[in-house]
């Protein structure tokens, strides 16, 4: 479920769900669905003049989901943008493609350019805060209190120094000016041990085609300046990107110069060749491979102030929506060793730490915080030498934190705001619930000559018979009444409907778009539970609301009497 939605989209409806068949059905397979469909719900069928009028209601539904599965065009649309593609800007597509992959292939660029426009428009400003912090006096093994003076021999002076080192932060908005163009406006401060500065910086950029875009940004602050920067696509497998900087200071002019050549390897793999001239010049080469489960990045830096050779590996695990990290760094700069660990904690943001451990650097944590395109990073300077003791309260200190912020703040935080947008939903659409709930209890009412005529067959050849079918939020630990429990429905009418030849096959999508069901707990899991007979022996079987369920089988078998 999503909960960055205000609404639950109950209008919606799955013309799958509806015709019991798979997303990848044939075209045999809707049309033997909408015939089996149509025997119950055609108006012709009932003389009863409430019962046609609810016939006419049903098989109206039942025609408008065959008429847009049966059409190729009209089910490309459907199944990139839903119901509402199909009334609005679905048709504009089709006038000018042929074919339903032309339209699928359309539609997914659409919906990436749409995905992308949102996540801009939800995630501006971005931004940057860094508060590095030095910790060294927790872990000074040079402390000695013989030594103290007898002035500083008051409580406070028990307490370790613990003070913030350097500060930076960092601002920026972007205003879409046209289509191809795109005006950035970005701010930074930045402070240490008492002394900082700060620049404003304005950009514009041009987006010539999928295939490059150029850019021209002011800065004023340190000194104004003046850059030009670029993107080109030169082959299938090269791409440069580059330019150059004139910064005006009070020693004169300085120029710089920045070039980069990167070249697809393979599916996963990129090289980069990089070149940045000035003040300080530097060459650089990476190699990136970057596959499923693990990122490796190998990169070689010759230049002015460090040269150095790093390896990087991080190990993904997708299901777990986490990654670890290690990474080995030599140089003229000494030597450094940093591993850690990053966790998606909500939908937009993620939480990662890493311990460094260097010389002549020490021992330092990262903690750092994402927030879609925000970053708050929290580097934390613990000891000036390698030691065992802030190795390990770095390691273990950020493992305990994050239990306890995720259990004590962040998943009742996460379960109350569940709680109050599920029972917004139900508000917002409580008449539309009224209304499925009518509709799926007509649906009922309409299949019970059907249900009479299946179940009877079924019990003279002693095949599946449906004793007891329900569905809903089902609390194994309660006996419940459906009669008065509005949490579950009774479905045994429209599952015994379902049954052919003694088997029964309901297809992975929801089960709340079936006809004679209705969702009786919106936005919340809810499960089906089947209590049935096959050859008069027991059977029984509780499946996820999005289960594929096929009926009889020997693993549902019970030992009733």
Same mark, same amino acid.
């Given at each position: 479920m999503d909960l960055d939605s205000d609404e639950e989209n109950v209008n919606?409806?799955?013309?799958?769900?509806?015709?019991?068949?798979?997303?990848?059905?044939?075209?045999?397979?809707?049309?033997?669905?909408?015939?089996?469909?149509?025997?119950?719900?055609h108006p012709d069928k009932h003389l009863d003049p409430a019962l046609k009028a609810k016939a006419e209601i049903m098989f109206n539904k039942t025609k408008k989901a065959y008429e847009v599965l049966s059409d190729p065009h009209q089910r490309a649309i459907y199944d990139s943008l839903g119901k509402k593609g199909l009334e609005?800007?679905?048709?504009?597509?089709?006038?000018?493609?042929?074919?339903?992959?032309?339209?699928?292939?359309?539609?997914e660029q659409l919906a990436e350019e749409r995905a992308e426009r949102r996540k801009k428009q939800a995630t501006n400003p971005s931004g940057n805060v860094t508060i590095a912090i030095n910790a060294t006096d927790l872990f000074n093994p040079y402390e000695n209190d013989l030594f103290e003076d007898e002035y500083d021999s008051g409580l406070l002076s028990k307490f370790p120094n613990i003070e913030v080192s350097s500060m930076q932060f960092t601002q920026g908005v972007d205003f879409p000016l046209t289509q191809k163009d795109t005006c950035t406006l970005s701010g930074q401060l930045q402070t240490q041990n008492g002394t900082g500065g700060?620049?404003?910086?304005?950009?514009?950029?041009?987006?010539?085609?999928?295939?490059?875009w150029a850019e021209v940004e002011m800065t004023a602050g340190s000194g104004?300046?003046?850059?030009?920067?670029?993107?080109?696509?030169?082959?299938?497998?090269?791409?440069?990107?580059?330019?150059?900087?004139?910064?005006?200071?009070?020693?004169?002019?300085?120029?710089?110069?920045?070039?980069?050549?990167?070249?697809?390897?393979?599916?996963?793999?990129?090289g980069y060749v990089s070149y940045h001239g000035g003040v300080r010049s530097m060459f650089s080469t990476q190699i990136v491979r970057d596959t499923e489960k693990n990122r490796y990045n190998f990169s070689i830096q010759v230049g002015v102030p460090h040269s150095y050779v790093q390896l990087q590996y991080t190990r993904k695990w997708l299901s777990r929506e986490m990654k670890l990290r290690l990474a080995v760094k030599l140089g003229t700069f000494g030597g450094v060793v940093e591993y850690g660990a990053e966790k998606k904690v909500s939908k937009h943001s993620n939480l990662s730490f890493s311990v460094v451990c260097g010389v002549p650097a020490g021992v330092k944590l990262k903690i750092r915080l994402t927030r879609a395109n925000?970053?708050?990073?929290?580097?934390?300077?613990?000891?000036?030498?390698?030691?065992?003791?802030?190795?390990?309260?770095?390691?273990?200190?950020?493992?305990?934190?994050?239990?306890?912020?995720?259990?004590g703040i962040v998943e009742p935080f996460l379960k109350e705001e569940k709680s109050k947008k599920l029972e917004k939903q139900k508000q917002n659409n409580f008449n539309k619930l009224l209304e499925k709930r009518r509709e799926a209890?007509?649906?009922?009412?309409?299949?019970?000559?059907?249900?009479?005529?299946?179940?009877?067959?079924?019990?003279?050849?002693?095949?599946?018979?449906? !004793? +007891?079918?329900?569905?809903?939020? %089902?609390?194994?630990? @309660?006996?419940? &009444?459906?009669?008065?429990?509005?949490?579950?429905?009774?479905?045994?009418?429209?599952?015994?409907?379902? !049954? +052919?030849?003694?088997?029964?096959? %309901?297809?992975?999508? @929801?089960?709340? &778009?079936?006809?004679g069901f209705f969702d009786p707990v919106l936005g919340e899991d809810k499960v089906l539970q089947v209590i049935y007979n096959y050859h008069d022996q027991p059977y029984e079987v509780t499946i996820k609301d999005k289960e594929t369920l096929r009926l009889p089988k020997t693993a549902h078998r019970t030992n009733g009497t």
């Open positions: 919606e409806e799955d013309f799958y769900s509806f015709l019991n068949v798979p997303k990848e059905a044939t075209k045999d397979e809707i049309n033997n669905a909408y015939r089996r469909l149509s025997r119950v719900y609005t800007e679905g048709w504009e597509i089709v006038q000018r493609t042929k074919t339903p992959a032309e339209i699928r292939a359309e539609y700060g620049g404003v910086n304005l950009s514009w950029r041009h987006l010539f085609s999928h295939k490059g104004p300046a003046i850059s030009l920067k670029g993107f080109r696509t030169l082959t299938r497998r090269f791409f440069w990107n580059g330019g150059t900087i004139l910064q005006f200071t009070p020693e004169g002019l300085r120029p710089g110069i920045m070039s980069t050549l990167a070249m697809q390897i393979d599916k996963h793999s990129i925000q970053v708050y990073s929290f580097p934390i300077h613990l000891c000036e030498e390698i030691m065992p003791s802030p190795v390990f309260y770095a390691t273990i200190a950020p493992m305990l934190l994050y239990i306890v912020v995720k259990k209890m007509a649906a009922q009412e309409l299949m019970q000559a059907s249900y009479s005529r299946i179940k009877s067959e079924e019990e003279k050849k002693k095949g599946l018979i449906i !004793v +007891k079918a329900i569905y809903g939020r %089902i609390n194994p630990d @309660s006996a419940q &009444d459906t009669e008065t429990s509005n949490d579950i429905i009774d479905v045994t009418i429209p599952i015994q409907c379902l !049954v +052919k030849d003694s088997k029964l096959v %309901i297809y992975e999508n @929801s089960k709340s &778009d079936l006809p």
